[in-house]
């Protein structure tokens, strides 16, 4: 009896899914001793948020306060624990990290679950190269929990004990799709629709009159390359353009390109990482942009954190990751779908 099949509370279903959740309660214990072990802080972020984020794509859970006097004030669920711990790296924590439940709605599926769990860590003063090596560590310790040598996901597998392999955007569009990315990107972060188009079209993916910049950038990330990334060994897919990383700063040797990486195993999105961008002002303009392209797919947009930025302008150098806990149980384990290795999965709804 699977939990597609009936409750997860039914005792035949729960004693199916024990085994993988017991695996989750030891990979969990064993990375809060490790960032212990490192004088890491673990840190609660307030999941109730004036502004969810700030990204186009994230649909979040909309609520309101009611205040004493009787008025109201709206709120939102967080999306990640991202604004509440820079503003802590403002107040002058150093490396602090967060095993936060978040929220994102318009997601749900195989490696999507409404309200999941994100581990969410920052080092103060270090580049994002270190996240890269916690990655490694951190992939490798999870196994161990789990009793395992390979990470698994529907007949894909990656070794988390292998060295990594590391890719830019633009090796991986070269390498996987034959597309010059570089060629469609301007040194001031403006990107060249119609170079990308006139690229995509010869590699038998569709090209629609409205289609933006970042529409043909995803259609090709997800249909071309994703399916590459973590096989045997995880990937690190790095340098991405900077319309496609509104909270990372520009790499030193390229403004057309950012430090953020993603890292994958077994074609999954386990991570996602910045060197952080601490410039009030262009971060202003970046969310400005990405809300405006909210409105435009989706008809709304959210409001921006006035506190977070001004937290920014005093917050230090810094580099933080968010990587999806459950998925790397997932993987761990074996499991095919989020729902198997969540202890009490959010009901789909509807009349029964």
């Known amino acids: 009896m699977s939990a597609e099949a009936s409750p997860w509370w039914q005792p035949a279903v729960h004693a199916d899914r024990r085994p993988l959740l017991m695996t989750r309660n030891r990979i969990v214990a064993s990375l809060r001793g490790w960032f212990g072990s490192r004088d890491f802080v673990e840190v609660e972020a307030a999941a109730l948020q004036v502004s969810p984020g700030n990204e186009a794509h994230l649909s979040a859970f909309a609520t309101e306060a009611i205040l004493p006097d ?40 195989a490696l999507h ?3 999941f769990t994100m581990l969410e860590w920052y080092r103060a003063g270090e580049t994002y190269d270190s996240l890269m090596a916690d990655c490694a560590a951190l992939l490798a310790l999870a196994a161990e929990a789990a009793g ?57 993916l569709r090209v629609a009159a409205d289609d933006s910049w970042a529409d043909l950038f995803s259609r090709v990330l ?4 994703e399916p590459h990334l973590g096989k045997d060994r995880p990937t690190i897919l790095c340098e991405y353009p ?7 700063r520009p790499v030193p040797y390229d403004p057309r390109v950012a430090e953020r990486f993603e ?27 990405e809300m405006a392209e909210k409105a435009r797919v989706y008809g709304e947009r959210y409001p921006i954190d006035e506190d977070f930025l001004e937290a920014l302008a005093i917050m230090p ?15 761990a ?6 729902d198997d290795v969540v202890w009490t999965p959010v009901a789909r709804g509807g009349a029964r």
């Open 148 to 204: 395992t040598k390979r990470l698994s996901f529907r007949g894909r597998h990656s070794d988390p004990f292998a060295p990594f392999e590391r890719l830019t955007l633009a090796e991986a569009f070269e390498r996987h799709a034959a597309i010059d990315l570089l060629a469609t990107l301007a040194a001031d972060g403006a990107t060249d629709r119609e170079a990308l188009a006139a690229q995509v079209v010869t590699r038998g």
């Open 317 to 331: 150098e810094a580099s933080g990751i968010a990587l999806g806990l459950d998925r790397l149980v997932m993987l």
């Open 263 to 289: 890292l994958y195993a077994c074609g999954v999105e386990l991570a996602n990482a910045f060197g952080e961008l601490t410039d009030p002002a262009e971060q202003r303009r970046r969310f400005e942009l």
């Open 242 to 248: 900077v319309s496609e990383a509104a909270l990372a």
């Open 113 to 115: 679950h409404p309200e």
């Open 70 to 109: 009787g008025g109201r004030a709206p709120l939102y669920l967080h999306t990640s624990p991202e604004f509440a711990c820079k503003k802590l790296l403002a107040a002058g924590e150093t490396r602090l990290f967060s095993l936060a439940r978040v929220f994102r709605n318009r997601e749900r599926g």
């Open 333 to 338: 384990t074996g499991a095919p779908r989020i």
């Open 222 to 225: 997800v249909g071309l390359i």
